[in-house]
């Protein structure tokens, strides 16, 4: 006997999806750079943009002080943007620089923004000419974190896929698992793996270039993250073969993304059990903690992180939630799909936003907890609604069976502070 099934649901894969494309409230990508920078020890960001992406990334990751910062921008000046100076051989420049200073560094990000797109700054002739010059010390890549093109988890997505081509061929029959973790969750998932018996396992990112990531027509690979829809594609034109999953979010989740690997290595029930059963267990107890205040309760997602959809399938069958509107900005059927399968039929299933008509959508519904962005929580706070911030549930460490619980108590805490304000009105 192998590692179990998917279990069953109701379904909302087949669905109609309500399709938006009009003004939409999310950070940009360059905000990848916040987690990326601190996944890979030995690159570099450098975003060639505005001092407002300055200020971004300085707002965005400003708790953290480094002596040695892994992202900078270089900022175009007016002269660069009016096309007075020719801002390659400034680039050359600063990044001539950077490396001559920084050793340590042995790859290197052009990261493009809003006003390098807009003035039509070409970053991948940049990087080729970079590489050229800086290799084989320092791999230059490029890609775009603009708010025009990206929204914020897509930022992480055009990173790596910028990273696909360039790894190194394997013939090996390898499982690489794709996606940045914390540290200390990726240890947890490779060990839970190994346990069974399951490698080589690689993984992308790298902590570092050096690290042995390859990949060919023998590799299989898992998504730990929902948004990574063009290396999904970059690695399917590699040769690797995708292996379908629901996300590793709450027990059910983890079981079922563990259990996909395991059926393709031919790990054996028993394996599979002795493995996973206590933690499991300690997963589904920390999970039953939070639930008793998300149970019954009503959930409206809008659409940010492109965790939307994984993350209300866990709420409505491990936490008793119901989901009333699920909307991601894209929604791609070989990597949503599983989950839309086992998310029970009910939700309104939305692509893409506008973001008056969805507004609209939350004032008649009245959910219990929005799930939206930043720029959104506090005007909905102040018509009284619960909000969760998305970007909170990319920040914090929420993947797998040890942080199934967190995961939970991060939807309970907004509604367990709004049921303690209430009791202190009425007091
Ligand atoms: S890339 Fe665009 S949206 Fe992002 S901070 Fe820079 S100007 Fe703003």
């Known amino acids: 006997m192998t590692a179990p099934g998917l279990p069953s649901g109701g379904g909302c894969r087949t669905a109609p999806v309500i399709k938006e494309r009009g003004q939409r409230e999310v950070f940009c990508g360059l905000t990848g750079i916040v987690w990326l920078h601190r996944k890979m020890q030995d690159a570099f960001f450098l975003v060639v943009g505005s001092r407002t992406c300055a200020h971004l990334l300085q707002a965005a990751a400003g708790v953290m002080i480094f002596a040695e910062p892994r992202f900078g921008t270089a900022i175009l000046e007016e002269g660069d943007l009016a096309g007075m100076a020719d801002a390659h051989e400034e680039l050359d420049r600063e990044v001539a620089k950077l490396l001559s200073r920084r050793p340590d560094i042995r790859q290197l990000f052009l990261v493009g923004s809003c006003p390098s797109e807009v003035i039509k700054i070409d970053l991948s002739k940049a990087a080729e000419r970079l590489s050229q010059r800086f290799a084989p010390r320092v791999r230059v890549l490029n890609y775009s974190g603009s708010g025009i093109e990206t929204t914020f988890t897509e930022g992480e997505d055009a990173c790596l896929a910028s990273m696909v081509p360039v790894l190194p061929r394997t013939e090996a029959r390898e499982l690489l698992v794709v996606g940045a973790l914390p540290d200390v969750v990726e240890d947890q998932m490779v060990g839970l793996l190994e346990a069974m018996g399951i490698g080589p396992i690689r993984l992308l990112p790298a902590r570092r270039i050096d690290d042995e990531t390859a990949v060919g027509p023998n590799t299989v690979f898992a998504l730990a993250q929902p948004f990574l829809g063009e290396t999904h ?195």
Request: charged content about 25%; glycine content about 6%; some cysteine.
């Open 233 to 427: 594609a970059a690695l399917l034109r590699r040769g690797a073969r995708h292996l379908a999953a629901p996300f590793p979010f709450g027990e059910e989740g983890t079981t079922a993304w563990l259990a996909a690997i395991a059926r393709e290595f031919g790990v054996d029930a028993e394996t599979f059990e002795r493995v996973t059963a206590a933690p499991r267990a300690r997963a589904r107890k920390a999970v039953a903690a939070a639930a008793r205040t998300l149970s019954g309760k009503t959930v409206f997602f809008l659409p940010d992180s492109q965790l939307e959809i994984p993350l209300a399938r866990f709420l409505a069958r491990e936490c008793g939630m119901t989901p009333v509107e699920v909307a991601s900005p894209y929604i791609h059927d070989a990597i949503h799909g599983p989950d839309l399968d086992l998310l029970p039929a009910g939700p309104r299933i939305a692509e893409g936003q506008d973001v008056d008509l969805q507004l609209d959508r939350v004032r008649a519904d009245r959910p219990d907890l929005t799930v939206c962005g930043l720029g959104l929580a506090n005007p909905l706070e102040a018509e009284g609604l619960s909000t969760k911030w998305a970007i909170e549930l990319v920040f914090t460490p929420v993947h797998f069976y040890e942080q199934a619980g967190d995961l939970a108590a991060l939807f309970a805490r907004p509604l367990r502070r709004k049921a303690l304000l209430k009791l202190e009105a009425a007091e």
